[in-house]
């Protein structure tokens, strides 16, 4: 927005006494003279800057702006004797919250005034009313509560009704009626009103119909209010517009082209809500220099006649859903400075051809989407080109060297995140003005060396960590390459054996070399730095070089996973100063107690211990302020602290793998925001904590003394783990309140991960497996070898994002239910040691993500369902069933007639099938009759030739046919 008031020298000479005026005006008013451009350099000659005179020597325009002023001006001021002024301007300082003076009212000429963000407060004085003379008022203020009370918003224009430009961002209008009828108010009284900004003033609607009768206006700001049942394409009514924006209005309904139809909008800026549809056609007539659409729902492609907008500089698509590929007609916008597209589905290559006529592109944003092909080489060529983000895409090959503009512009490179390969071009080290280059992710190959990098003068931030690169950090002891300005340095997974020798002259803040091959101590040189954070994690370190001490501004330090050891008492001292946040030591070998002196830290909000030798008990001052500890893997002993205090603020708690006894403690009801907790493999002798929040998402328990039934009266309804196997639980599984797992009963989309990095232990498959991340819709159950009876619940079934089932070695009863058939994403399904009765239903044979089965040792019957899942299962699947039968257990499914006759289960069942064993068998009978009669009929014919007496054995023989007994021979 244009600003009517223009700063200024006097264009006349201004009358002695006007000027006598300005100077003691200077001595009463208190500002830092070290800011001033303006009073500081006020005198009794001709340079009054910021004063203007009309021909007759009388000040009309004072603008003190931006003048650090903070006091001094009351209402007997000298100002308020300039009564010939018609412009006042003292925005952007500092009157620490001082009310506005009752003495401007003294100022019956004024034409303008501005109190912009100057630091009044209070209530804006009535004596304002006077001043009927303003054609523009700006009240606007961020930081205090500059109020409309008495007079109120009506009041203010009743007696303003001069008005042509009314600004009151962030105004306190208290009248919960005007907030409501505000559009009437303003159209009330200010009919001719060219310029309306009201943002943040809590206003809501709809609008009034006269409101859109304001054929005069042209810039209008209503950014944060409610203007949730406003139609945006009403906006189009004002014939005259040239700048709209809405920003953060709650704007909700299904967007279309009438705002892009109004020839006079140069600006709109509609980012922030949630509306829908999609963007153009632009007419021919189409005037936008600025066109901002960042965090709405918009969808569809960028239509082609966007090159009829000519005069566009700016393009803010950011953050919607917009997809296709960017098209060939974007390239005769060649007026365009800043281009933002990150964060949308576009997919499609960038032809050389779409940038090269783009010479005022400055600022390219196209991350976080899904761009592929090769990055053309243009892009590097743009002369005034100083911002490129093309992170998160799909780019791939070769990075090409391309030609040095002269006096490049370039201040950021990221690539990060592609699929980039071969090695890095040298042409980027020729890019003498850049400050970031970031290139991690990628599958860039080739040795660095950092003297090259270091021909960069002004890089402040380098990463190429995660690439497949051999960085040469030169010699550890060197401090030959002089000072660097590098602050930022990401070299993880590099292939680096030293910490390089440079940094050493460096003012390097952040330091990433994580997951190198680095080997020896910690340089003590590196605790000098003013490091913010600190990563040598993976590395081979042994020691730290003494000195050392953990610096006042040092917030995260991660040296997991080395080989550091030694009492944990000599890296933590116990007068320890330090704002850390982040502290993780996991994975090494430090030994002794945990030091009390952490506790002191009052900033520590995440301590990683875990898979060290530490022993003792845990510090109960540990759990007070953390929000993540994780101390498992230990030899700590004792029991779990009950210090939660009521305001806990604890997400992540793993104390797994120890010696710890006793109950979990009760204060841990407080931790309304406890997501993960796992207490498993200790000693821990309880029953079921149902006294935990509903905020859980992972529960472990396994290993322990746990006791009792599994019966709570909540929900948990973001559980997605539970795992309680090998206590001591007991009663039927039917009182567990399966159904309160309501995440489980929804899939959350594979590529949505949690928080959860610290990795969590869960037997899948038969073996015990660490997972770093766990997807949200990754769920699993388990309550194997404990004591269990009851049936499965065919609530089961619900929980369609379970990978993993195991109710193994208790003593379950009843039938599989059919209902786990419903398990789609399930991979292992383990029932076996129980007392499981009936058949194996057919719908299990559906589960075609299944790849462990394991339903050995109860008292399953029939025959095991064909199919081509079930079948590639082995025998030890089944064992321990001997009424099963089928091909996995190599046994022919034929009923004995010793075998009973069904099982009560499937009696119904049985009824309706036909029981072609029995079948077989008569037939077999059948067959076998008919060969004796023929034998006994042709040993007649032989007897008649050679043996009389053996017609009494053929008599005998069908005797004993007749009466259905054995036949002996």
Known sequence: MLSSFISTHSNSQCLPNQQTLLLQLKKELIFNSTISTKLVQWNQSDQWHGVECDAAGNVVSLQLDHEAISGGMEDSSSLFKLVYLQKLNLAYNDFSYLPIPKGIHKLTYLTHLNLSYAGFDGQVPSEILSLGRLVSLDMSNEYTSLSLKHPNLEMLLQNLTGLRELYLDGAGILSSHEKTNWSHIISSYLRNITRLSMRSCFLSGPLAKSFWQLRSLSVLRLDSNDLSTVVPDLFASFPSLTNLSLIGCQLNSSFHSKLFQIPSLQNLDLSENSLSGSIGPFPGTASF????????????????????VENLSTLDLSHCQFSGSIPSTFANLTKLVHVDLQYNLFTGSLPAALFEGLSYLSYLRLNSNSFSGHIPRSLFGLPSMKRLHLKENQFIGLLEEFPIVNASNMVLLDLRSNRLEGPIPNSLFQLQSLELLLLSGNMFNGTVQLDTIRSLANLTSLDLSGNNLLVDGGDENSSTYGPSRIQELSLGSCNLRVIPGFLKDSDIRQLDLSDNGIVGGIPSWIWEKQLEGLDLSLNLLTDLEKPYYIPATLVKLDLHANQLRGDLHRFVPPNITSNLETLLLGNNSFSGTIPTSLCTISSLSAIDLSSNNLSGNIPPCLVENTL????????????????????????????????????????????VSLEFMNIGNNMINDTFPCMLPPSLHVLVLHTNRFHGEVKCHKDWPELQILDISSNNFSGRLESVNFTSWKRMTQLQGDDDTSLYTGGVIITMKGMPREYGGILSDFGTIDFSSNDFQGQIPDAVGDLISLRQLNFSHNAVAGSIPKSLGKLGKLESLDLSYNRLTGRIPVEIGGLTFLGFLNLSYNDLAGQIPNGPQLQNFPADSFKGNPKLCGLNLNVTCIRSDNNDSSDHENVEEDKREIEWKYVFAALGFVVGVGIVVWLLLFCRRFREKYFNKIDDIVDGVFEAINKRSHVKT
Not at 289 to 308: A, D, Q, R
Not at 634 to 662: K, Q, R, V
């Open 289 to 308: 220099e600025s066109l901002v659409l960042t965090g709405n729902n918009f969808s569809g492609s960028i239509p082609s006649s966007i090159s009829n």
């Open 628 to 671: 993540e500890l994780d101390l498992g893997r230990n030899n700590l002993s004792g029991g779990i602290p009950d210090n939660f205090p009521t305001d806990c603020l604890l997400n992540y708690l793993d104390l797994h793998n120890n010696t710890l006894e006793g109950k979990i403690p009760r204060s841990l009801k407080s931790c």
